[in-house]
């Protein structure tokens, strides 16, 4: 049973629904808080939001331009698109900042969510974000950047801390150094998971520091700019299991086909 050992890196909500999750995707998605990484506030990721369902905390995502949010394929399983709306503009999940109806959800056309490719989707939002010091857009890379390993990159959310732990009310961050794409397959082959071409890695070797449930959809930065959207891991901050992204350079195309941006 190797969803016991491997988490969605989205939350399970009181809909229950991150049951059919785990039983759709082939690989643990993950759907918790930042691991081994310390509080922040929203002023120095402007750009990180809480995607919610009802208005729980569901998942991460980022902001693209004042109406459009990305976030990962996965954190979506059928409920209305009226039912989810963004937090932005706070460092803790459940009050503050701007809360908007998301008004379409676009899923990255070649998603599968057996193996977890293409794990991206952009939300267009009702109504435009206001900017300021806690709310901004991140600015993205070039079509099919690259990012030599160790390469530093910070990951932030307000999932678990701790592997199968509850949600974090502040906002979290850790850095975690790139892994190529060559050395992560060769580590999930273990498992017989894929990494494909629209996947990164980052995390250390000796674990302890990752992405986790809740963080799913969020954003993993370098240099000020957003490379990866939280998407799986075996487990979280485990050794020799680095969390993986969906890759920004690798789906920039659809990035710019859906905002233009
Ligand atoms: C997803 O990938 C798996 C494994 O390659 C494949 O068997 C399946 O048909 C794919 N699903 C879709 C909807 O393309
Ligand atoms: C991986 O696949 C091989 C060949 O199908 C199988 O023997 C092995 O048990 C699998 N390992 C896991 C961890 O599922």
């Given at each position: 049973m190797k969803f016991l050992t491997i988490l969605p890196f989205m939350f399970v909500t009181i809909l229950g629904d991150s049951i059919i999750d785990v039983s759709y995707a082939n690989v643990p998605l993950l759907d918790g808080r930042i691991v081994g990484g310390s509080p922040v506030t929203i002023e120095d990721y402007p750009y990180q939001v809480?995607?919610?369902?009802?208005?729980?905390?569901?998942?991460?995502g980022a902001i693209l331009n004042d109406r459009y949010v990305i976030t990962a394929a996965h954190c979506f399983t059928g409920w209305p698109t009226s039912w989810h709306t963004i937090r932005a503009g706070s460092s803790v999940h459940n009050s503050g900042g701007q809360v908007i109806q998301v008004n379409e959800i676009y899923i990255h056309p070649n998603y599968n969510g057996t193996l977890?490719?293409?794990d991206m989707a952009i939300l267009y939002l009702v109504s435009p974000l206001t900017f300021g010091p806690a709310v901004a857009p991140i600015p993205l890379p070039l079509e099919n950047q690259f990012y030599l390993d160790d390469t530093p990159a910070v990951v932030s959310g307000w999932g678990a801390m701790?592997?199968?732990?509850?949600?974090?009310?502040?906002l979290q961050a850790v850095w975690v150094p790139m892994v190529n794409n060559g050395r992560c397959e060769a580590l999930y082959a273990v498992e017989n998971y894929t990494i494909t071409d629209s996947m990164l890695c980052a995390g250390y070797m000796s674990g302890g520091r990752d992405a986790c449930q809740g963080d799913s959809g969020g954003p993993l930065v370098i240099d000020g700019l957003l490379i990866g959207i939280v998407s799986w891991g075996e487990g979280c901050a485990r050794a020799n299991f680095p969390g993986v992204y969906a890759s920004v350079p690798y789906a920039r195309s659809f990035i710019t086909d859906i905002t233009g941006i």
């Open positions: 809480s995607l919610q369902l009802l208005g729980s905390h569901r998942c991460g977890l490719d293409f701790v592997e199968d732990g509850a949600a974090s009310l502040q």
